[in-house]
């Protein structure tokens, strides 16, 4: 799908990694990467003591962005991306690994 022209900033404001955060009143774990010298980004996110999930795709293409939710709605994709504030005083969790 074409997504609204201010996802693709938001998420790119997203730091590349994993990052504990904020969004919908819960809270996450979200990690970003970025593939083909970033014009694509793949966004997985977790709810911490809950169920819930977010994963999908984004491509900056030569004829507009495109947005690919895995196996949800766009509209939940978007209002994550759009309330995700990730806590930068932690750590970055890859760095763990």
């Known amino acids: ?3 609204p022209a201010d996802v693709g900033k938001k998420l790119r ?3 590349e990694g994993t990052y504990r955060g904020w969004a919908q009143d819960k809270q996450w774990v979200a990690t970003k990467s970025h593939f083909n010298e970033g014009r694509s980004i793949k966004l997985v996110a977790e709810e911490l003591g ?3 999930f977010i ?3 984004f491509y900056d293409l030569e004829k507009g962005a ?4 895995c196996e949800m709605s766009a509209e939940k994709v978007i209002t994550f991306i759009r ?3 990730p806590d930068l005083t932690s750590v ?3 760095t763990l690994k």
């Open 50 to 52: 809950g169920a819930d």
């Open 83 to 85: 309330e995700f504030t």
């Open 1 to 3: 799908m074409i997504p």
């Open 92 to 94: 970055d969790l890859q």
């Open 13 to 15: 404001a997203i730091p």
């Open 55 to 57: 994963s999908a795709n």
């Open 66 to 69: 495109r947005l690919f939710p």
